[in-house]
């Protein structure tokens, strides 16, 4: 993909209203785009983040097997609900083999309110696999930054709970040795994801 490729697929993958604002941004995004024209990503990296269950963990704790990641938040009307459904859906159609190959996780953008109760009770609507993982701001603010996912608070009153969040809509393979690997639009059909999942996870 090219740099105006990209730019096209990240606003026109922002819920809500910030479209204009990342138009008009293009600092956000990184100088090699999400993959460079050397084919080379550069994204993912390092992560220190709480567990649904309230244990602290890391990237290496997920290592040996891929990692299928969503960055949403729980208390998003209807873009994250779906695409984790679609998530849950695609991983129904692997087979017990190459579903053992997978960990679906879920990253909040919103640590103020996803606490680790709201997070287990949330991913529990979901793949009985899914893990959710939220942290401090800082924590995830440094995994926003390592996926290069745009998320953004958007106010909706004067109350300190009253936001959503903007945020960018993606679905990132890692590899069992923590690299990234690819990502899916949120828009995929399941039928697709579960057919590249197949193709990426039985080669491996
Ligand atoms: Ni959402």
Avoid: W
């Avoid at 490729?5 to 026109?12: D, K, N, P, R």
């Avoid at 009307?77 to 679609?86: E, G, W």
């Avoid at 879920?106 to 640590?111: A, N, Q, R």
């Avoid at 701001?137 to 004067?158: H, M």
Wanted: with cysteine; hydrophobic share 40%; net charge negative.
């Amino acid at each position: 993909m090219n740099r105006a490729t990209i730019l096209i697929a990240l606003a026109a993958a922002v819920v809500g209203g910030s479209v204009a604002l990342i138009m008009s941004a293009p600092g956000l995004l990184p100088t090699s785009g999400i993959i460079g024209t050397t084919g080379q990503a550069r994204v993912g990296g390092p992560f220190e983040l709480v567990k649904h269950t309230g244990e602290t963990v890391t990237d290496k704790d997920f290592r040996g097997r891929y990692m299928l990641i969503y960055f949403g938040f729980t208390y998003c009307p209807d873009i994250c609900p779906s695409s984790l459904q679609l998530m849950t859906t695609a991983l129904e159609d692997l087979d017990e083999p190459t579903l053992a190959k997978v960990t679906p996780v879920f990253i909040t953008v919103d640590p103020e309110r996803d606490t680790t109760e709201l997070m287990a009770d949330y991913v529990s609507n979901f793949h009985p696999k899914m893990i959710g993982l939220t942290g401090s701001p800082e924590q995830i603010a440094d995994a926003i930054k390592a996926y290069r996912v745009f998320a953004q608070k958007q106010k909706t009153g004067d109350g300190p709970d009253e936001y959503t969040m903007d945020h960018s809509s993606f679905y990132y393979l890692v590899g069992p040795d923590g690299r990234f690997v690819t990502h899916f639009n949120h828009g995929v059909a399941p039928t697709k994801l579960t057919e590249q999942l197949k193709r990426r996870l039985a080669s491996s």
